[in-house]
Nanobody, 121 residues
Framework: QVQLVESGGGLVQAGGSLRLSCAASGRTSSSYAMGWFRQAPGKEREFVAA????????SYAAYLKGRFTISRDTAKNTVYLQMGSLKPEDTALYYC??????????????WGQGTQVTVSS
């Protein structure tokens, strides 16, 4: 089992920045990668970014166009999502997720409860 706890969400003005954190605990040593997803009201959950714990592979959703950066701190078992140039359409509940096996794409095994990000115009 892997437990995930997100933090860092909040209310920010358009153009601003936020950094989300996801602290992982449990059997993290046997996991392969971590990802961020988001779900806006009335929409389906969508992929944002993912990174392997080794740091050798990173993937971003094309719509981000370089505004977000994912990183990880293996000593702290924590994954971060640095979000910049935020837009109102980035408003969503952001979830952290853990994948046990490769590849980086595909279904994730464990999910956090989510942290709300609201971007005002």
């Amino acid at each position: 089992q892997v437990q995930l706890v997100e933090s860092g969400g909040g209310l920010v003005q358009a153009g601003g920045s936020l950094r989300l954190s996801c602290a992982a605990s449990g059997r993290t040593s046997s996991s392969y990668a971590m990802g961020w997803f988001r779900q806006a009201p009335g929409k389906e959950r969508e992929f944002v970014a993912a990174i392997t714990w080794s740091g050798t592979m990173i993937s971003y959703a094309a719509y981000l166009k370089g505004r977000f950066t994912i990183s990880r701190d293996t000593a702290k078992n924590t994954v971060y999502l640095q979000m910049g140039s935020l837009k109102p359409e980035d408003t969503a509940l952001y979830y952290c997720a853990c994948k046990i096996n490769p590849p980086l794409a595909g279904a994730y095994n464990y999910w956090g409860q989510g942290t709300q990000v609201t971007v005002s115009s």
